[in-house]
């Protein structure tokens, strides 16, 4: 089982139980989005923002237009922070204070570089588009050249990480076990409805199967 | 429409014809969610990390143990932001640099104080657990004031925020918009599933209105 070394920044203080550093576990919350929170500085104040994201083995793909200042202050940055985070359910216990949330959340830290390869750029772009919803790159009109140079790409190589996962019920101190006071978990879950097809799109175009079979294993079951 | 003020810190660069700085649809963004992600300063480095939260009108509550790192250093930093964001759709356009997501998503500026008074903390703390699932407060075993005292309430007010939305079809280049890809919106929704109860409640203890109610608004309509 690999893992990341335990260092003051990635170590975990609360909820030590809950937490994580196996590199397969943590690939497997990452595997499971493509959009991550990144914490960035700007002019001394702390944003953090919603991107989407690729991963390829141990790098962290983020991409946006070339006059994107979110991402050229992060290459400026260079040392930023990315967490991924899964909603799982609402953890509703019998006294305020144990309320929770069973949750599957990825911080990575790691510094970033620019990307400028051409052909590089176009497999981290079908990585990134493919992170959404695979098989659809292939599919797509091929990107041009232009389009790959108006592209910022920045890569991160994770060097740290660590995870938290909570998958369980309330647990409320001993005293109220007994109380008459309803206590569970209510799951949640992300889910998508059915495909929506655009308004240009000629009759004769049927939905393909990647977007069929994201829609099957992504539906809600009840 | 009481709107933020546009400044350098939250006036939005990008998609500008996506931004809205007002106050009600912030708020409404703000409602329908109880986990903001909060960056912040760790020995100089941004971390982002996922928190509950609770609103009252220009005040956002964050809570944790007294010894929570994370909290005790937002509150050294004191300028901290918060996002918040709800994935709405998988935007699949017919070249893959205009795939996107539909979104709502708010970022929030201001100053962080502590709240030490017991009865104001107790109150926060009902927001809380009411912003997560509303009606709960009032069912459960009344806090005590060791509780309280061992709980570190954080309040920010809302200096300036700004906020995004995206609710539409794929955007092609127009010589793109004839090819013969499919285009369209897979809809994507946060739903719950049904409540499952703690195995030590007794019997005759049943699933109470609120949520009963919790899970009916927010079941899959599919």
Redesign the interface.
Same mark, same amino acid.
């Given at each position: 089982m690999e893992e990341f070394k335990k260092s003051?920044?990635n170590e975990v203080?609360?909820g030590i139980n809950r937490a994580l550093y196996d590199v397969d576990k943590i690939n497997a919350i990452l595997d499971a989005g493509f959009?991550c929170?990144?914490?960035?500085?700007?002019?001394?104040?702390?944003?953090?923002?919603?991107m989407?994201y690729g991963r390829i083995g141990n790098k962290i793909y983020l991409h946006?237009?070339g006059?994107?200042?979110?991402l050229l202050n992060l290459l400026e940055?260079k040392?930023?922070?990315?967490?991924v985070?899964h909603?799982d359910g609402?953890v509703?216990?019998?006294?305020?204070?144990h309320?929770s949330?069973n949750?599957r959340?990825a911080?990575l830290?790691g510094k970033l570089v620019e990307v400028e390869n051409l052909k590089e750029k176009e497999a981290i772009?079908?990585c990134v588009?493919d992170q959404?919803?695979n098989g659809?790159?292939e599919?797509?009109?091929p990107?041009t050249n232009l389009?790959l140079k108006r592209?910022l790409v920045v890569e991160m190589t994770i060097e740290t990480a660590s995870a938290k996962i909570r998958n369980e019920?309330?647990i409320d101190e001993k005293r109220?076990? /007994? #109380?008459?006071?309803?206590?569970?978990?209510? =799951?949640?879950?992300?889910?998508?409805? &059915?495909?929506?097809?655009? /308004? #240009?799109?000629?009759e004769d175009?049927?939905? =393909?199967d990647h977007?069929l079979e994201? &829609?099957n294993t992504?539906?809600?079951n009840?």
């Amino acid at each position: 089982m690999e893992e990341f070394k335990k260092s003051e920044l990635n170590e975990v203080k609360r909820g030590i139980n809950r937490a994580l550093y196996d590199v397969d576990k943590i690939n497997a919350i990452l595997d499971a989005g493509f959009i991550c929170f990144v914490g960035y500085n700007y002019n001394g104040k702390v944003i953090s923002l919603p991107m989407s994201y690729g991963r390829i083995g141990n790098k962290i793909y983020l991409h946006g237009s070339g006059k994107n200042r979110m991402l050229l202050n992060l290459l400026e940055c260079k040392d930023v922070s990315i967490t991924v985070m899964h909603l799982d359910g609402l953890v509703l216990a019998r006294s305020g204070l144990h309320h929770s949330v069973n949750y599957r959340s990825a911080t990575l830290f790691g510094k970033l570089v620019e990307v400028e390869n051409l052909k590089e750029k176009e497999a981290i772009l079908k990585c990134v588009v493919d992170q959404m919803i695979n098989g659809r790159w292939e599919e797509l009109r091929p990107i041009t050249n232009l389009e790959l140079k108006r592209t910022l790409v920045v890569e991160m190589t994770i060097e740290t990480a660590s995870a938290k996962i909570r998958n369980e019920g309330a647990i409320d101190e001993k005293r109220d076990r /007994h #109380l008459p006071i309803w206590a569970g978990v209510i =799951p949640i879950k992300q889910v998508s409805e &059915y495909p929506l097809r655009d /308004h #240009l799109l000629p009759e004769d175009i049927k939905m =393909p199967d990647h977007v069929l079979e994201y &829609y099957n294993t992504h539906k809600s079951n009840s």
